[in-house]
């Protein structure tokens, strides 16, 4: 069974550091590009960032561009994302999604085959 698990979420002062790791099972994320979708309360899932399958490659959205970082340990069977300078607008359910092949399909929902249930990250004082 494919499976996609997040992980990692949880309650963050304003500028702090959350990093988000996003495991698979059954499957081997190798041959899969991983994106970072987000959807706060009331508002539409929107991509944060997406990585190709070697890692060679990386899309940030403008939002999260210089903040974030996405990586990747596919020995590990694993895709992180790194959040630093968390702020307030970060608040959100953070799912991983896996489109199988290369490149990243960008920030599409549908083009992903593979969703994680989501792990809730909350910026709070």
């Known amino acids: 069974q494919f499976k996609l698990v997040e992980s990692g979420g949880g309650l963050v002062l304003p500028g702090g550091s959350l990093r988000l790791s996003c495991a698979a099972s059954?499957?081997?994320?190798?041959?899969?590009?991983i994106g970072w979708f987000r959807q706060a309360p009331g508002k539409a899932r929107e991509g944060v960032s997406c990585?190709?399958?070697?890692?060679?490659?990386?899309v940030y959205a403008d939002s999260v561009k210089g903040r974030f970082t996405i990586s990747r340990d596919n020995a590990k069977n694993t895709v992180y994302l790194q959040m630093n300078s968390v702020q307030f607008e970060d608040t959100a359910v953070y799912f991983c999604?896996?489109?199988?092949?290369?490149?990243?399909?960008?920030?599409?929902?549908?083009?992903?085959?593979?969703w994680g249930q989501g792990t809730q990250v909350t910026v709070s004082s």
């Open positions: 059954g499957f081997t994320l190798d041959e899969y590009a």
């Open positions: 990585i190709s399958s070697s890692g060679s490659d990386t």
């Open positions: 999604a896996a489109d199988w092949g290369h490149y990243c399909p960008g920030f599409v929902p549908f083009e992903y085959d593979y």
